[in-house]
Nanobody, 123 residues
Framework: QGHLVESGGGLVQAGDSLRLSCEASGRTFRVAPMAWFRQAPGKAREFVADISRSGGSTDYADSVKGRFTISRDNAKNTVYLQMNSLKPEDTAVYYC????????????????WGQGTQVTVSS
């Protein structure tokens, strides 16, 4: 079984930065792609970013490209999401995901999910 725990969310103003962390335990995620998704109230869960096993390949949603950066530290079984120039439309619960055999933008491909961390950006 895998276990993912997100942290780092909070309430910030537009233009501020936050760094989310997702620590994996109970299973070796060092060889697995990992991803971040987000879900705003009344909306479907949407892809934010993913990162390959080695960290050498990343992909981003168009809405966050140039502002967000995903990275990982396999020695710590942790994946990060650095979020800069935050906008009110970035407000959502952010989820870490793992368990897909390949990097994917589709939530259904991932088996393991964290509990989510709330990010609120005020204007």
């Amino acid at each position: 079984q895998g276990h993912l725990v997100e942290s780092g969310g909070g309430l910030v103003q537009a233009g501020d930065s936050l760094r989310l962390s997702c620590e994996a335990s109970g299973r070796t995620f060092r060889v697995a792609p990992m991803a971040w998704f987000r879900q705003a109230p009344g909306k479907a869960r949407e892809f934010v970013a993913d990162i390959s096993r080695s960290g050498g390949s990343t992909d981003y949603a168009d809405s966050v490209k140039g502002r967000f950066t995903i990275s990982r530290d396999n020695a710590k079984n942790t994946v990060y999401l650095q979020m800069n120039s935050l906008k009110p439309e970035d407000t959502a619960v952010y989820y870490c995901a793992a368990g897909s055999p390949y990097s994917s933008t589709r939530p259904v491909e991932y088996t393991y999910w964290g509990q989510g961390t709330q990010v609120t950006v005020s204007s």
